[in-house]
């Protein structure tokens, strides 16, 4: 298992990659950092041919609480290069299949993804 960011674990094994969000303390929210090393974790995934599906879980008692507002007000998106739309756009144009491990509350972006 790999750290992609102190918050985000990445594993790849028998064709499928397993992206965990691994800030439970907060409850998975969402920090800038995070959509960037999501959104570059897709990237890999997506080009990796060894690569058959995407597994994107959280913890067993929150999948994710949304964004991390305090991050967001300090880093706010202002560019369509910010790292939160990086992310919409690869999880939106991924062609394999993605499944969502969704254990406990999915709010805000945590619901959003699912709908990719």
Do not use: W
Request: net charge neutral; with cysteine; glycine share 6%.
């Amino acid at each position: 298992m790999k750290n992609l960011t102190s918050d985000l674990l990445l594993d790849t094994a028998g064709g499928v990659t397993t992206l965990t969000i691994h800030r439970v303390a907060k409850k998975n929210s969402f920090t800038t950092a995070m959509y960037a090393g999501m959104a570059d974790a897709l990237d890999q995934a997506q080009a990796d041919p060894a690569v058959r599906v995407l597994v994107i879980q959280g913890h067993e008692t929150i999948f994710s609480a949304g964004n991390d507002i305090a991050d967001f007000l300090q880093t706010p998106p202002t560019t369509l290069d910010a790292p939160v739309f990086r992310f919409m756009r690869a999880i939106s144009s991924f062609t394999k299949p993605i499944v969502a491990a969704v254990c406990g509350p999915a709010v805000g972006i945590g619901t959003t993804l699912l709908f990719h």
